[in-house]
C-alpha cells in the first residue's frame, strides 16, 4: 500500500517541543502515515554543530513516545536536492514524499531558488508543508509559493500554534544556565548528563561560589 511519508530535515540542535508540533500538525494537515526526522551530519550554513551521535540520541528519546514519528539516519554529510531525494527514493520507492519546511526556509527557497542545485527537480518530485507562525498569515506563505520554480506535487499550510521556540535560544540558555524553555524533559536530561551546550568556565565561577 502507498503511503504518505512525511521527510523533516534539520540540525536538530537540539530538538524542542516546536519540532515535535510541528511534525504532528504537518502530520494531520497532510494526512501523514509517518513523518521522519532526519538530521543532517554537517549542514552548510551551520558549521559548528554538535556531534551527529548526540543529535540521533536527543531525536530518538524525543520521538519514542510518538508513534506517528521516527528518526531516518542518511550518511551524507549534508543534503543536495538529487542525492538525497535518490536516497529516499530508494527507501520510499513507492510510497509519496511530503517535505517538511519551516515558512523561514521556505521563503529563502522562493526568494533564492538558484542557490538550491536541482531544485526543479527536487519540487517535482515531492509535496510540501509548511509551517506558519502565529505572526504570520496564509496568504503570505501563498505569495511565497508563487516565486518557486517548479510547483510540487502538492501544498499544505500547517498552523505550528506551539509557542516561538529556537535551538538557538535554548543552546544559549544552557550555556548561561538560565530557565531553559522548550524542551522534552527526556532531551533535556540527556543534556545535563553529557553537559552539551555547557559553558565550562561559567559552570565552575557559579559552583565555585
Known amino acids: 500500500m502507498i503511503k504518505r511519508i512525511g521527510i523533516f530535515s534539520g540540525s536538530f540542535d537540539p530538538v524542542h517541543k516546536g519540532h515535535i508540533a510541528f511534525a504532528l500538525e504537518a502530520a494531520k494537515t497532510a494526512k501523514l502515515d509517518k513523518v521522519y ?5 554537517k549542514p552548510r550554513r551551520k558549521p559548528h554543530v554538535t556531534h551527529i551521535a548526540h543529535r540521533l540520541a536527543m531525536l530518538q528519546l524525543a520521538v519514542r513516545s510518538q508513534p506517528k514519528l ?9 543534503f543536495l536536492p ?42 517535482s518530485e515531492v509535496e510540501l508543508a509548511v509551517s506558519v507562525r502565529t505572526t504570520e498569515t496564509d496568504q503570505q506563505i501563498q505569495d511565497h509559493r508563487v ?63
Open 70 to 78: 521516527g528518526v531516518l539516519e542518511l550518511p551524507d554529510k549534508y
Open 37 to 41: 526526522f532526519a538530521p543532517e551530519i
Open 147 to 209: 516565486g518557486l520554480p517548479v510547483q510540487p506535487k502538492g501544498f499544505h499550510i500547517v498552523h505550528n500554534h506551539h509557542p516561538i521556540v529556537s535551538s538557538a535560544s535554548i543552546r544559549q540558555a544552557v550555556m548561561t544556565q538560565q530557565s531553559v524553555e522548550g524542551l522534552l524533559p527526556s532531551v533535556a536530561a540527556y543534556i545535563r548528563k553529557h553537559w552539551l551546550y555547557h559553558d565550562v568556565a561559567t559552570a565552575n565561577k557559579k559552583t565555585l561560589r
Open 82 to 123: 538529487k542525492n538525497t531525494m535518490a536516497r529516499l527514493r530508494t527507501k520510499f520507492p513507492d510510497d509519496t514524499l511530503v517535505l517538511l519546511l519551516g515558512s523561514d526556509l521556505f521563503g529563502h527557497l522562493a526568494e533564492h531558488s538558484e542557490q538550491w542545485p536541482h531544485v526543479e527537480y527536487l519540487l
